[in-house]
């Protein structure tokens, strides 16, 4: 089953790519996020609308590509207007986003993907404020409650960060990543047991994750359980 990341936006396509798109961006691969978000193709969209993606992501070529979108796919259409004037700027492209808010002003995907480069930049409180605007126009985005949590961990706003990594959870609840940073937003509060049991769970997930075991050990150091820490700590 594939989580519903956006629910059905207003230009009616369900492409739950943002999160792919936000991870690479994290990564700093812009040129593979920008081609992710307009040429990834998914198979419950129009048939003429995959074809062109699927053209686009094998040969890449901006060239009259943005004529090749209907009108109301405005952030694809940014996008290669931008690579067509600016070639090779994958960046700058993603940064590019005040054309498309302007034309579509409740794109929450758009908001979503600025919010993540502003993050990835250290624009915190700008990137706090696209995440908002981003839920405000689509509850049901994971990505926008991932990064969102993230923001306000990093701002000190631990109780904000949980409830954003709570409502992500309720989304995707084997997401091993969203246990570790629930539990990471815990041990700041010093909540030892909670973060513990986060941890535990993450490693249920996926149970190679090194710098886990590395977190809990810390965990129950914090609670003087010396055993269990050395435990993890091996």
């Not at 396509?13 to 978000?37: C, D, M």
């Not at 943005?66 to 090779?88: D, S, V, W």
């Not at 075991?213 to 965990?219: E, K, L, N, S």
Request: glycine share 6%; proline share 3%; hydrophobic share 35%.
């Amino acid at each position: 089953k594939i989580p519903n990341y956006f629910g059905e936006q207003r230009f009616g396509s369900t492409r739950p790519i943002t999160h792919q798109v936000g991870r690479l961006i994290l990564k700093g691969e812009f040129e593979e996020a920008v081609w992710t978000y307009i040429a990834k193709p998914y198979d419950a969209e129009y048939k003429s609308i995959r074809k062109v993606r699927e053209d686009l992501w094998e040969t890449r070529e901006v060239e009259g590509a943005a004529e090749r979108f209907p009108e109301k796919f405005q952030y694809e259409k940014t996008l290669l207007y931008h690579l067509t004037k600016n070639p090779g700027d994958y960046q700058g492209a993603i940064q590019d986003l005040d054309w498309a808010l302007q034309a579509d002003s409740q794109d929450a995907q758009a908001y979503c993907c600025r919010g993540i480069l502003r993050y990835k930049l250290g624009k915190h409180y700008d990137a706090l404020s696209d995440f908002n605007q981003a839920l405000r126009f689509n509850d049901g985005d994971i990505s926008a409650y991932r990064n969102r949590g993230k923001v306000r961990l990093h701002l000190g706003d631990h109780r904000g960060a949980i409830s954003d990594f709570n409502a992500a959870l309720q989304i995707e609840p084997n997401d091993a990543m969203l246990y570790i940073a629930r539990g990471n937003a815990y041990r700041e509060m010093t909540d030892y047991e909670s973060a513990i049991a986060d941890y535990s769970q993450a490693l249920q997930i996926d149970p190679e994750r090194a710098d886990v075991y590395i977190y809990r050990g810390m965990a129950y150091v914090r609670q003087e359980q010396m055993q269990q820490a050395i435990d993890d700590y091996q």
